[in-house]
């Protein structure tokens, strides 16, 4: 599509985020919450509706819930309600879902995200809870279904944005900022292959200018930020065409399919049965005291933006620096306890994003698993800024040392290694007379003006002095032989 065609229309794009909650049992009942085990085993009579048995609301659903709205800026309704949406399918036992319909713990809730080099706000019309439904599987070669019900009845928390997302960017941005919040608050692992976070995008266009959003369109089975975006993408030059020809848009629900980046239809929204949505007649109303809502805000964590906040303002970290760092949870909250150990914060940034962030990629392990803790890497950056070891000689000698020797500390692993810099000026201002003596022709070089021999000089006296030199004072020395 030529970009004069595109640039007549607007898109607009409403995302729906399902998120699995961490907890150990089930919305309803107690059955275990867990991922991967034989089919079929996390089931009671309670998950498969039998006649006469009764749910219970899962406490700490409602206040995973309760911390999403929190931490999205939304109102928290302290009078709930529950509903039953009725539809029958294979993988539904109870041929209905308890989910809240017109009362939703959480409303009017905006999300900003960084795009590029602006923030943009994004609204949040509503969290509610539900449960999972269960899973139907075909595979290949075969005619038949099969149904693992594990699922069903897994809490679920659907994030329900206003249509305010305009580009593919700005869609995946704003669901890496979910994504990072539920892994911050420890409510879910994010795991969109997993299917623990899913997402379905609403999309349309408009022409510009236009006071009348066009009719939209429902995008289904996307199990990637990347294939979201390409979702919207195709969908709305696909739309842009449709109505350049002519045509009109038809209000339907459309899969995506990964291998050609294209979506297909699969049905009309037109011919959809009713929910029948009516109040759920076993649970009783769910009230949300202060006392227990003031709980919850006490229990939360530093958030990403908080953290991102911090980072560039108090820290004085580059908007790059702050954004790599709080990208993975883990990462962020060891940062932020270095930093509290050190004055030198973008030494330590940059230990973080480069040795130590190397040796966990090397090994595919988790910030969970680096056998360091933070003061023994603020100690390495000390002995650096006191000048009693250089970077190279910390980071290709000392620091392997100590993740082979955890326990050490890093004055003391410096000195058991004789790598502590020779501070005595007059013998290393011998060492520099010694490189300058062995090199004449090319003293008289430099002299000539050819300054950029000065790095061999350095790596020579380097050579000389096993690398334990201090860099800053060897520098002058040189440079003072040298133009002397």
Same mark, same amino acid.
């Given at each position: ?10 898109? =607009? ?21 867990? @991922?991967?085990?034989?089919?079929? &085993?996390? !089931? ?17 659903? =409602? ?8 931490? %999205?800026?939304?109102?928290? +309704?302290? *009078? ?14 109870? #041929? ?35 449960? *999972? ?41 704003? $669901? %890496? ?6 892994? @911050?608050?420890?409510?879910? *692992? #994010? ?38 975006? +390409? ?10 065409? /449709? ?27 037109? &011919? ?10 076993? /649970? ?11 709980? =919850?805000?006490?229990? /939360? ?8 906040? +911090?980072? &560039? ?10 954004? =790599?760092?709080? *990208? ?31 040796? !966990? ?25 006191? #000048? ?18 955890? %326990? ?12 502590? &810099? ?5 013998? $290393? ?24 021999? %000065? ?8 050579? /000389? ?20």
């Amino acid at each position: 599509m030529d970009e004069a065609t595109l640039a007549k229309y607007q898109p =607009v794009i409403g995302l729906e985020v399902h998120a699995q909650l961490l907890t150990h049992s089930k919305m309803y009942s107690s059955d275990e919450n867990e @991922y991967g085990v034989a089919p079929n &085993t996390n !089931l009671s009579v309670i998950t498969l509706g039998h006649p006469g048995t009764l749910p219970m609301v899962n406490r700490t659903a =409602v206040e995973f819930a309760m911390k999403m709205g929190l931490a %999205t800026n939304c109102q928290i +309704r302290r *009078d709930n309600l529950f509903a039953r949406k009725n539809y029958f399918y294979p993988d539904l036992p109870k #041929g209905y879902q308890i989910t809240q319909d017109k009362t939703p713990i959480c409303y009017d809730g905006h999300l900003e995200v960084r795009v590029g080099e602006e923030t943009k706000r994004i609204g949040i019309t509503r969290i509610h809870m539900e449960e *999972d439904a269960g899973k139907s599987m075909h595979l290949a070669g075969e005619t038949e279904t099969l149904v693992d019900l594990n699922r069903a009845g897994v809490p679920l928390i659907e994030i329900v944005s206003e249509p305010d997302i305009r580009t593919g960017d700005e869609a995946y941005t704003y $669901l %890496t900022e979910i994504k990072k919040l539920v892994e @911050y608050l420890g409510i879910c *692992d #994010g795991n969109m292959e997993e299917g623990s976070l899913r997402c379905d995008a609403n999309i349309s266009v408009m022409l510009k200018g236009a006071d009348k959003f066009g009719m939209k369109v429902e995008v289904k089975n996307m199990n990637s930020f990347r294939n979201v975006q +390409r979702a919207i993408a195709y969908e709305v030059e696909r739309q842009i065409n /449709l109505l350049e020809a002519g045509g009109e848009v038809v209000s339907e629900t459309r899969g995506f399919d990964a291998a050609s980046g294209t979506t297909n239809g699969q049905r009309s929204k037109e &011919t959809l049965n009713d929910y029948r949505y009516f109040p759920e007649p076993d /649970l009783p109303p769910l009230v949300i005291s202060d006392e227990w809502l003031h709980r =919850v805000a006490a229990e /939360l964590p530093a958030l990403p933006q908080q953290l991102y906040s +911090r980072f &560039t303002g108090e820290l004085g970290l580059s908007s790059y620096d702050a954004s =790599v760092l709080i *990208d993975q949870k883990e990462v962020a909250l060891f940062f932020d306890d270095l930093s509290r150990l050190t004055p030198n914060a973008k030494a330590a940034a940059n230990w973080v994003m480069g040795p130590v962030k190397s040796y !966990l990629n090397e090994r595919a392990l988790t910030m969970a698993d680096f056998p360091l803790d933070a003061a023994q890497l603020a100690g390495i950056i000390e002995l650096i800024d006191a #000048g009693k070891i250089n970077y190279s000689v910390a980071s290709k000698q000392l620091f392997p040392h100590l993740l082979e020797h955890p %326990t050490a500390n890093a004055t003391g692993a410096a000195e058991s290694l004789g790598l502590l &810099t020779q501070a005595d000026n007059g013998e $290393l201002a011998g060492l520099v007379q010694q490189v300058l003596d062995a090199n004449p022709a090319k003293v008289a070089e430099y002299r000539a003006g050819k300054k950029s021999l %000065t790095g061999m000089f350095m790596g020579e006296l380097m050579k /000389l002095t096993g690398g334990k030199a201090d860099p800053k004072l060897a520098n002058q020395l040189l440079r003072a032989g040298l133009d002397g």
